[in-house]
């Protein structure tokens, strides 16, 4: 049994991080012990190079196959302003000077920090139900924007109102009863319960009928849709905890499972997610990583694992010209690279603090950061920096580029798919479906649609709000 009623964290849409008051409470360790054997989600089902499909990370398509030349919609070129349909192209990924700027993402639809009250007042938005207002150059980087890209962030599975946990536990008992299984009414509970509810609906089938619901819908399930399942059941940080784990497992290790989780979450989450890998399995969450990894990238992800970021959303833009000149000369500006000075700003500073930053250096080196750290760095040090810098310009468009990843070319990665589509669902999935739509010309859901079947498309397709 997990922990029932443990509040879903929010994970910060773009930058912002959850209000306080927000953060969910850790209950002691041991106290509730979850059952064993969760299959392993992210087995062994990663293409050699993992889908994170960031150009020039070995083996993804070259910019070429990204839409529209130049780059993503919205980037800011050298001089600082965005993109727009129209503008004769420009020439692609870390040209010489005069070349396009940030090579890889789009902006996000509200990147100028602070402004006025969010309209969608959700866990995990920003600082005091503040809202970031427009876009870097007071224009959208498309003119026929989506009204909701203005209106923070969102998740596209709600509380349900008028929620009875023990009505629910008693559709799910039938579902499961007698002669097969009844799919379609386990998908109606499930993909319209938040976390927090589905917790509540677990506690409520043991104390009804004495039996545990996970394990009934194990032996009910299989394959991709026990998974999802599975993963909609776990408490959200220990899903988070239980992927680490998992990625580190036997024999080798799923270095883009560890960059996603720990490059991505808030401080609040990460220090969460390092209690309940403890309490849950035993294990030191830091020694792990250390035995799993090396260099360069084992420091990365063990500044990450502190939950130490600067979280302050305002902008110190002398700190930015600085740290700026700093990354210039650790990298482009010398011969060799100093990895640590580049650790060092990337792990401390927040991440409205690195836009600034980023924007300080394409002005400065005439080419963008991003494209600096491809050259500078490679294999997963170079993935996980870059991931940071993503995240720093804009959340959304870092999860759709994966998503896409995932389902790209021959054969799908499950694991991937379902966790980026579980993990989101309630925080900012409604905008990445935007920016996945933006990003690639055809919506997420069709693109489930195609690349899967059955019950598991129909609840991931419910889960997307298809």
């Known amino acids: 049994m997990s922990y029932p009623g443990y509040p879903p964290t929010g994970y910060p849409p773009f930058p912002g991080y959850p209000p306080a008051g927000q953060e969910s409470s850790f209950p002691p360790p041991g106290q509730y012990p979850y059952p064993s054997g969760f299959p392993p989600v992210g087995g062994g089902a990663y293409p050699p190079v993992p889908s994170s499909g ?29 993109s727009y349909p129209g503008v004769p192209p420009v020439q692609g990924f870390g040209t010489p000077p005069g070349g396009a700027g940030f090579s890889g993402y789009p902006q996000p639809p ?28 007071g224009q959208a980087p498309y003119a026929t924007q989506p009204s909701a890209m203005t209106q923070g962030v969102q998740g596209t599975i709600r509380p349900a109102t008028n929620f009875d946990a023990m009505r629910d536990a008693e559709i799910l008992r039938k579902a499961m009863k007698g002669f097969g ?31 545990d619901l996970i394990k009934d819908l194990k032996s009910e399930l299989s394959g991709n849709m026990e998974e999802l399942i599975l993963a909609l059941f776990m408490p959200t940080t220990y899903y988070d905890a239980w992927s680490l784990r998992n990625a580190m497992k036997g024999a080798g290790t799923q270095e883009r499972v560890l960059i996603e989780i720990l490059c991505t979450r808030t401080n609040q989450e990460i220090r969460e997610i390092v209690r ?34 600067d979280e302050n959303q305002n902008v110190n833009h002398q700190l930015a010209q600085e740290d700026a000149q700093r990354l210039y000369q650790a990298g482009e500006g010398r011969l060799g690279t100093d990895e640590s000075c580049f650790n060092m700003i990337l792990a401390t500073r927040s991440f409205p603090q690195l836009k600034a930053t980023m924007d300080a250096y394409s002005r400065m080196a005439n080419r963008d950061l991003l494209s600096s750290v491809g050259r500078e760095f490679s294999g997963n040090v170079e993935s996980g920096l870059k991931t940071i810098l993503q995240c720093a310009l804009n959340r959304p468009a870092f ?22 589509v579980v993990t989101r669902s309630e925080i900012d999935l409604v905008q990445i479906k935007q920016m996945f739509n933006q990003m690639y010309q055809k919506t997420l859901g069709t693109m489930i649609a195609s690349d899967t079947s059955g019950d598991y498309r129909r609840l991931l397709l419910a889960i997307v709000g298809q």
């Open 181 to 211: 299984t009844d799919e379609q009414a386990i998908v109606d509970v499930v993909a319209n319960r938040s976390n927090d509810q589905r917790q509540k609906i677990k506690a409520a089938f043991k104390t009804m009928y004495g039996k």
């Open 399 to 420: 999860f759709a580029e994966r998503l896409y990843y995932s389902m790209k070319g021959a054969g799908t990665d499950d694991s991937t798919l379902v966790r980026i």
């Open 110 to 137: 509200s990147q100028s920090y602070g402004g006025g009250p969010a309209q969608v007042p959700l866990p995990g938005g920003f600082p005091g139900g503040q809202m970031p207002s427009q876009y870097p150059g």
């Open 54 to 82: 960031y150009p020039g990370a070995g083996g993804y398509p070259a910019p070429g196959g990204y839409p529209a030349p130049g780059g993503y919609p919205g980037a800011p070129q050298p001089g600082g302003a965005p």
């Open 276 to 309: 309940c890998y403890q309490s849950e399995f035993g294990r030191d969450l830091e020694k792990d990583i250390r035995s799993d990894t090396s260099g360069h990238f084992e420091r990365l992800l063990v500044s990450m694992c502190q939950g130490n970021r």
